[in-house]
């Protein structure tokens, strides 16, 4: 079964505006790492949250962990051009060693 | 510092053909993965190496898939005889043992005819 699933699957908004992005996973996870992937580029990490942690910034990144609802949510404030990607969460566990798993993706799409 | 490489970029074949994909991680990252994402699926874990060793292959499909690393450096992932569903962006990461971040190659895109 899949283990991230990112809502929504496809987002178009204005540049400028900010873009919401959720994630939410199945079992229980000792991190949570958001990457991102433009069209024909490989996979860039953005940032990586804790179990432990609620919520985490880097620049007009901002991303939230509920684990009891076992959800994330990644917040890009001030939308730019540049940001249109696809942004997929991945989840990593104890139990399952180095191994992370990742969510189909949602496709961000900036307006001009 | 280089970041994971991987070659070719992009791979066009016939289905029955044979394709390597290589990969080369960065330098001292003992950890090496391969991952694979088919269109519109999500990407998906196929193997592990620590160092030359394989750690976890549990994600492979099936047998006509076959990854080495070894001296455990770079990583080749072979797949014959290629069919249309392996047509999709292999992706390559490495990491430093314990951590958490993995890096990623650009991945290969493979499409079989």
């Known amino acids: 079964s899949q283990q991230g699933e990112e809502d929504p699957q496809a987002l178009s908004i204005q540049e400028g505006e900010n873009a919401t992005m959720n994630c939410s996973y199945k079992t229980s996870i000792n991190n949570l790492q958001w990457y991102r992937q433009n069209s024909g580029r490989g996979l860039v990490h953005l940032i990586l949250?804790?179990?432990?942690?609620r919520e985490k910034h880097s620049g007009r990144l901002r991303v939230t962990l509920d684990t009891s609802k076992k959800s994330s949510s990644l917040l890009i404030t001030a939308s730019r051009a540049a940001d249109t990607a696809s942004y997929f969460c991945a989840t990593d566990a104890w139990n399952r060693d180095d191994k992370i798993i990742f969510g189909k993706g949602t496709r961000l799409h900036i307006l001009p | 510092e280089a970041g994971v490489t991987q070659f070719p970029s992009h791979s066009v074949i016939e289905k029955g053909q044979t394709v390597t994909l290589r990969c080369d991680p960065i330098s001292g990252h003992d950890n090496l993965y391969w991952y694979r994402r088919v269109m519109g699926k999500e990407i998906k874990f196929l193997l592990h190496f620590v160092k030359e060793s394989k750690q976890d292959e549990s994600g492979m499909p099936n047998n006509r898939f076959l990854a080495e690393r070894t001296g455990g450096t770079y990583s080749t992932l072979k797949v014959q005889p290629a069919e249309l569903e392996d047509s999709g962006v292999y992706f390559c990461a490495s990491s430093q043992v314990g951590a958490k971040t993995q890096y990623f190659g650009p991945g290969t895109r493979l499409l079989v005819l």
């Open positions: 949250i804790r179990s432990n942690e």
